[in-house]
């Protein structure tokens, strides 16, 4: 099966994961649940639940990744859902669809968000409960980046940022390692556990995870300025309207285009030390480093 062939495989796994694993819209009280749907089912590029899929392939399977891989998606949708708050980025667009604050209103959206977040672990929890080991590690992993020190974190350190123009370099570096890359190491690295990978593996796989999010993180800001709204389904030309500290802003367009390309053959550089065939992560890193989205 060609590349995109076997990516349209694992999103159609993906869609049809999110309809069967998450509550029904006319489940009791229907207006959070139509809220979580509607924010889940609005598309996406669903980078992180392939790479746990992906990722298990590549080490035989040895679970049913799937609960996993829908859990990420809903962390990571969560995470949309807060950003585009009126109190954090104030957003009207996200995934090509009115935010869901826009959509119902913003207590739903805060609960809907809250709720996304707490599925993830009931998803977990249920689904892997005949595997304890796999379900305690899927749930540590998972919980470590999103927490306080990682996704959480990286988000205020982002808004704190955002009060001053002259961020510096490692400080832009700790938001993007937290914010971005801790989310696509912890898909690398559930799709790993879900697989039976070795601890040496799993590093590897998490080594694998910092570089691509590095580098998905300054196309995102490339992508900000130089895209527009409708491509993007978000708002375009935020950062420097916003006169935000981001690669293209520290260090100019050409040199953060140098960046993302050295940070993705980093991470093409450490998947080619997993063992099998990872043919498949390394054309989804490359698309990922040609997107336009
Ligand atoms: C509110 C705890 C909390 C965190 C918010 C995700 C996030 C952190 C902020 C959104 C803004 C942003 C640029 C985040 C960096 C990570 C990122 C590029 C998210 C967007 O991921 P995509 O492009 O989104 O994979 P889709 O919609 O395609 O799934």
């Known amino acids: 099966m060609d590349f995109?062939?076997?990516?349209s495989a694992y999103i159609e796994r993906v869609e049809r994961g999110i309809d069967a694993l998450v509550p029904s819209a006319d489940t009791?009280?229907?207006r959070l649940h139509e809220a979580m749907r509607y924010s889940l089912?609005?598309?996406g590029k669903r980078l992180?639940?392939?790479l746990v899929l992906a990722?298990?392939?590549l080490f035989g399977r040895r679970h049913n990744a799937l609960p996993a891989a829908i859990a990420l998606e809903c962390v990571h949708t969560y995470s949309l859902v807060h950003d585009d708050l009126p109190c954090m980025d104030n957003d009207d667009l996200r995934r090509g669809r009115a935010t869901a604050h826009k959509q119902f209103d913003e207590a739903t959206a805060l609960l809907a968000g809250?709720?996304?977040l707490t599925l993830a672990f009931q998803l977990i929890g249920h689904h892997y409960a005949a595997a304890p080991a796999l379900a305690a590690a899927l749930s540590r992993d998972l919980a470590d980046a999103a927490g306080s020190a990682r996704l959480i974190g990286g988000q205020m350190e982002d808004l704190l940022?955002?009060?001053k123009s002259d961020a510096t370099p490692a400080e832009l570096d700790f938001i993007h390692l937290n914010k971005t890359a801790a989310m696509i190491a912890a898909a690398l690295v559930a799709g790993g556990l879900c697989g039976g990978a070795t601890e040496a593996d799993l590093g590897r796989l998490r080594e694998t995870g910092r570089s691509l999010g590095l580098a998905f993180q300054i196309i995102d800001d490339i992508l900000d300025a130089t895209?527009?709204?409708a491509t993007l389904g978000k708002t375009a030309g935020k950062d420097a309207r916003a006169g935000k500290t981001t690669y293209v802003k520290l260090h100019g367009l050409a040199a953060a285009r140098r960046h993302a390309a050295a940070q993705s053959d980093a991470a093409l550089a450490s998947l080619a030390t997993l063992p099998g065939d990872s043919g498949f992560l390394a054309a989804l890193v490359r698309s990922m480093a040609e997107r336009t989205r």
Do not use: S
Not at 4 to 7: E, I, L, T, V
């Open 161 to 163: 940022a955002e009060k």
């Open 41 to 43: 089912q609005a598309g």
């Open 227 to 229: 895209a527009d709204t």
């Open 28 to 30: 009791r009280p229907a």
């Open 48 to 50: 992180r639940p392939v």
């Open 4 to 7: 995109a062939a076997q990516f």
């Open 114 to 116: 809250d709720a996304l």
């Open 55 to 57: 990722t298990a392939d």
